[in-house]
């Protein structure tokens, strides 16, 4: 009989992960954050690397995680993004989280895929 282990010994939850995103998007992004070109470039980098940082103490089993913070400014415009992947549809997948306020918007998404 074979020992391998089919699943992981913590399966992904994405009800975690979505508090995950949520909390530490409105703890940087709240009422005081103004949008400014440059240092968005850099609070969107730092947003990243934090939500990765939380996911990876969750220890889920078996899971790389791609996390990608968007932040623009509103000027009565539109944004259309795009992102195709080759994934298992039953293991693989993705979450999203939008913040919209009159200035700014910023845009979580978090890529989980399945690794053996």
Known sequence: M???RLEGRNPLNKD???LVIK????CNFNDEY???PKQSYHMAAQVSEEIKNEIKTL???RYR???LVTVGELLMQGLCSMVNFLWDADKDGFLSYTIETP???AVCSIFYLYYD
């Open 23 to 26: 909390a530490i998007m409105h």
């Open 103 to 105: 200035n700014y918007f």
């Open 59 to 61: 220890n889920f089993d």
């Open 65 to 67: 995680f791609i996390v």
């Open 16 to 18: 975690r992960l979505e």
């Open 2 to 4: 074979p020992t391998y």
């Open 34 to 36: 103004m949008f400014h």
